[in-house]
C-alpha cells in the first residue's frame, strides 16, 4: 500500500531554498518517491487552512516515505528546508479499495 508524505511549506528565503529541491527530489526518487503535487496553485474550498506551498511525494509504502524522511541522504537537504522555511509535514499510509 502506498504511503505519502504532504508537506506545507512557507519559505522564507527562496534562493536558500533552491538547492533543496534538487537535493530532496533525488533523495526522494532514490526511494522510489514520485511527486505528486509540488507548488502550484492552492485553492481553499472549506476550513481556516492557509497553505502556502504544498509538496505531495507518493512512495510504495509507508515503510519507504519513513526510510527516505529518515535516510542520511536526505538528511542534508533536510537540514537546509529547516533553516530556511517552516513547514507542517505528515506521513500519511494510503488507501486502496479491496
Same mark, same amino acid.
Given at each position: 500500500?502506498? +504511503?505519502? =508524505? =504532504? $508537506?506545507?511549506?512557507?519559505?522564507?528565503?527562496? $534562493?536558500?531554498?533552491?538547492?533543496?529541491?534538487?537535493?530532496?527530489?533525488?533523495? %526522494? /526518487?532514490?526511494? +522510489? +518517491? #514520485?511527486?505528486?503535487?509540488? &507548488? +502550484? /496553485?492552492?485553492?481553499? #474550498?472549506? &476550513?481556516?487552512?492557509?497553505?502556502? #506551498?504544498?509538496?505531495?511525494? !507518493? *512512495?510504495?509504502?509507508? !515503510?519507504?516515505? #519513513? %526510510? *527516505?524522511?529518515?535516510?542520511?541522504?536526505?538528511?542534508? %537537504?533536510?537540514?537546509?528546508?529547516?533553516?530556511?522555511? /517552516?513547514?507542517?509535514? =505528515?506521513?500519511?499510509? &494510503?488507501?486502496?479499495?479491496?
Amino acid at each position: 500500500m502506498s +504511503g505519502y =508524505i =504532504i $508537506v506545507d511549506i512557507v519559505v522564507h528565503d527562496p $534562493v536558500a531554498y533552491e538547492p533543496y529541491k534538487k537535493m530532496a527530489h533525488a533523495a %526522494a /526518487t532514490k526511494y +522510489g +518517491g #514520485r511527486y505528486i503535487v509540488r &507548488g +502550484g /496553485t492552492v485553492e481553499v #474550498r472549506e &476550513g481556516s487552512w492557509k497553505p502556502s #506551498r504544498v509538496v505531495v511525494i !507518493e *512512495f510504495p509504502s509507508i !515503510e519507504q516515505a #519513513r %526510510a *527516505f524522511y529518515d535516510s542520511a541522504e536526505y538528511a542534508p %537537504a533536510l537540514a537546509i528546508r529547516k533553516s530556511v522555511a /517552516t513547514s507542517n509535514l =505528515i506521513i500519511v499510509e &494510503g488507501w486502496e479499495e479491496k
